[in-house]
């Protein structure tokens, strides 16, 4: 695809997938920079920037890890990154943040039907998620599954009880609208969807380890919803990440 086409697909269905983004040496430099952060920085981190699976010793994700170590913050502000996100949140692209989903081999939990702007709060929606494959994702080991065009209107949701998506849909089977797309992809791949995309992904009960970072971008456009965040951080209280 072209630049065109992608800006044209992620205005229409809310996710795009760009094949084989990362070369295989900037996706070992990737993994190399991943598993120093998790001998290294992991340790030192404060409660809120990881949550464990339920056998609490695995990482199920890191938070923020821009704020922790450099190479995160500049991975997300490569040029050719920037360039594809900009016209994508119609504006200038800035930083959300950077995390990571490990569905880690076996205990992977899943994520439940969300729109991510109910955790982010922005108004307008024009923010995104990059997320990056540094391991294949297959149906599985818990690929992501999108539902294509239902990022026009911001649904209702409730506390999930879900450690690290402490919300989702209050009514999970609005998603059945719209069609599905699941997003199986190859290491070095990457998709991109908008904030109110409804996704969701499966547990991973395989023996292949499913790793992803993602990056978050707003456009400097957007501003913050009072409301809209005070839902979320009572859905946030009601389900500490690693009580
Ligand atoms: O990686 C997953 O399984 C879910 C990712 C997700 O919810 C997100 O990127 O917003």
Not at 13 to 31: K, M, N, Y
Not at 199 to 213: D, I
Not at 228 to 238: D, G, K, M, N, T
């Amino acid at each position: 695809m072209n630049d065109s086409q992608w800006i044209e697909s992620y205005h229409r269905d809310g996710v795009i997938r760009c094949r084989g983004w990362f070369s295989a040496d900037q996706l070992s430099e990737i993994r190399a920079a991943f598993e120093r952060y998790r001998s290294d920085v992991a340790p030192e981190l404060p409660d809120a920037d990881y949550t464990l699976e339920s056998d609490r010793t695995t990482v199920r994700n890191f938070w923020r890890m821009n704020a922790h170590d450099p190479f995160f913050q500049s991975l997300a502000e490569r040029p050719e990154l920037l360039e594809l996100v900009a016209p994508l949140v119609q504006g200038e692209p800035v930083l959300m943040g950077v995390e990571s989903f490990n569905k880690p081999a076996r205990v992977g939990s899943p994520v439940p039907p969300h729109q991510d702007n109910a955790y982010f709060c922005q108004r307008p929606p024009d923010v995104l998620s990059v997320w990056i494959a540094l391991d294949p994702a297959t149906e599985e080991n818990g690929a992501v599954e999108y539902f294509l065009g239902s990022q026009h209107t911001l649904l209702p949701h409730k506390p999930s009880g879900v450690k690290g998506n402490s919300f989702g849909l209050a009514d999970a089977s609005a998603a059945d609208r719209f069609p599905s797309f699941l997003g199986t992809v190859d290491a070095g791949d990457m998709l991109v969807h908008h904030c109110q995309t409804i996704h969701q992904s499966q547990p991973n009960r395989s023996a292949s380890p499913r790793l992803s970072l993602v990056i978050v971008y707003r456009a400097a456009h957007t501003e913050t919803d009072n409301d809209l965040q005070q839902a979320y951080r009572q859905a946030l209280a009601a389900t500490p990440q690693n009580a």
